[in-house]
């Protein structure tokens, strides 16, 4: 997740700071007088930030993005008055800017359509695909030229890996993890028996170390470390507790992963939209903006276009785009005004726009493994060996997917509202991911709209956005806003 990552997360524009200086965490909280206190912890047992902190360290760089997600469940059980942490702490003395609530399209039923004029010279229609996400079809939202554009635009620019794994921080952090394994045990065990079982151990370790991580490569890893003597792939207690995590560490770096064992296997590239970019760009980002009806502060204060090269045998297993943020993190675009220290950072996405640049030959559907189902659970989404994340093997098994088609776009929303205009909980069934492409090259391109869960740093953001611009223009604008590779070449369609 976190989330996604929620945000999603090997993928950044080149203004993100290294992955080794972040966490993509999973959960998060409203600020200030603009939204209602959302307190970390619930009153039954007990909330550690602390232990948060040292154990998002570990989650980071071992267990991958998804045992936050853990975390945060575990320790929504603890005290509701506890430290409700710098986002809810007063900002001082002194009017704040405030801002008005989030546009959001309403579904009404799958199926349902709308006509929607997104350009002077001809209508578009608007699909409901499903509630839960609220995810949306839009056919024919580029030209087969545009289309064309990007992918040249992208070419020019040069493309580069999607996900490199992680290797260096690992000695510095085995030195500073003070976490029992009894504790980490505890937090695996989700049923309570006293025991692993592969399925609880997938589960929370999805992403593993950027390694997606199967039945077959977590046994592998217990036969090298010598985890499980017994070989039934399950592990008691005292098993888990007689395991050296640095030999895990060892493993993992020892293992050389194959692309198609990667959580994702693609190349990417960031173009930019802002003043100044090539007319076809200014107009495709204002068409965002009429569609999603967002105010164009926020639309274009978001980040570049991302545009992404899947070939023969590319994927991207299931995730999340964005992710609710802790006391402890803070969203990429909104980090530069707040007025706090905090260790983690992660990428606050309230919509997410995907265009299909090209038809592809065989396979790469977006696939939405849960979409409209009644209810979610996280241990739910690996049944009798299928893993419902792994876009490789059970795409087929999703609720939903949707064929690549040129020019058509499908746009979702990350979170839920909060019933006050704002940011609410991630949704959990905006999980996706791209299919296995079978025959040929998938091209997409990714708008994310970015909003911070804080309506008051968001606007405080904002703010200091249109100050910058006021006295000094693009040039003032922060480096991460500005993306200049291309911006003067002319290609004509």
Known sequence: MAAAAVTGEASRPQWAPPDHCKAQAAAGLGDGEDAPVRPLCKPRGICSRAYFLVLMVFVHLYLGNVLALLLFVHYSNGDESSDPGPQ??????????????????????????????????????????????????????????????????????GLQRSQILPTEEYEEAMSTMQVSQLDLFQLLDQNRDGHLQLREVLAQTRLGNGWWMTPESIQEMYTAIKADPDGDGVLSLQ?????????????????????????????????????????????????????????????????????????????YHAHVDSGPVYPETICSHTKLVANESVPFETSCRYMTVLFYLNNVTGGGETVFPVADNRTYDEMSLIQDDVDLRDTRRHCDKGNLRVKPRQGTAVFWYNYLPDGQGWVGDVDDYSLHGGCLVTRGTKWIANNWINVDPSRARQALFQQEMARLAREGGAESQPEWALDRAYRDTRVEL
């Open 239 to 315: 098993e888990f507790s007689n395991m050296d995590l640095r030999d895990f560490h060892k493993y993992m770096r020892s293992h050389k992963a194959e692309s198609s064992e990667l959580v994702r296997n693609s190349h990417h590239t960031w173009l930019y939209q802002g003043e100044g970019a090539h007319h076809v760009m200014r107009a495709i980002r204002q068409r965002v903006l009429r569609l999603t009806r967002l105010s164009p502060e926020i639309v274009e204060l978001s980040e570049p276009l991302q545009v992404v090269r899947y070939g023969e045998g590319g994927h």
């Open 88 to 157: 809810h702490r007063a900002q001082g003395p002194g009017p704040e800017p405030t801002l008005g609530p989030l546009t959001r399209l309403e579904g009404i039923k799958v199926g349902h359509e709308r006509k929607v004029q997104l350009v002077t010279d001809r209508d578009h229609f608007i699909r409901t695909l499903s509630l839960k996400p609220l995810l949306f079809e839009i056919p024919g939202f580029l030209t087969d030229d545009e289309c064309r554009l990007i992918i040249h635009l992208a070419q020019m620019k």
